[in-house]
């Protein structure tokens, strides 16, 4: 999955990011929707994924968008779909990015189906390399599962499998590649720093302190569309 950031002005998959600018009866009435469809625990999904055909397959298939802000720093997120399906509306939402946030899942597994040759994770690295986005963030997800329990043995793993594939898709990985856990259900290492009784090995920075730190690639006003 690829959130792509449009940097908006100096002064916001991440549903959790603007849990805080939707209202409690608002969250309710999702809660509410996702369980009649026997989707309970996708509720959260519905802030950004409005559209009726989403909520019943289950997938982003529109470019959503939505923003937020930091103390300093203004964003637009352009929420891209992951399927396959999808490909040419994630283009279209990539086209228009300064930054691009890649979610990994640490579970077992889901990292794995993504990244295996042919998988969504690869496309989506080469098309946002192809497309501009010169700048990425490698959030590792669902750190919290209990199949992961912010494990460093994890992390590392996916970063070692990473790192090599984001070289040969033409990332400078030194200059303009972060990797970073999270947990996008619990908003940890987002919004602040994570607790060291959750997760003592961890000593870098969260999501918004490496965002209002990005330098945005300039636009050139003359260039082609």
Known sequence: MLALFNHKCRWSYLPRLFIQMVDDRTIKKYEKEAKEKSRE?????????TNEEERIKGITVEVGRAWFGTESTRFTVLYAPG?????????????????GVLVI??????????????GQTREHVQLAKTLGVSKLLVVVN???????NWSKERYD?????????LRSSGYNVKKHVQFLPV???????????LDKSICP????????????????PPRDPKGCL
């Open 83 to 99: 399927h396959e399906s999808y490909v040419p509306t994630m283009i279209s939402g990539a086209a228009q990015a300064d930054i």
């Open 157 to 165: 793993e996916i970063e070692s499998k990473m790192v090599p594939f």
């Open 201 to 216: 090995w961890w000593n870098g920075p969260c999501l918004f302190e490496v965002l209002d730190a990005v330098e945005i």
């Open 183 to 193: 947990s996008g259900l619990l908003g940890s290492n987002m919004k602040t720093r």
């Open 41 to 49: 625990s996708w509720y959260m999904a519905y802030i950004m994924d």
């Open 142 to 148: 669902k750190m919290d599962d209990p199949t992961v």
């Open 105 to 118: 899942f640490a579970r077992k597994g889901e990292f794995e189906t993504g990244y295996e040759r042919g």
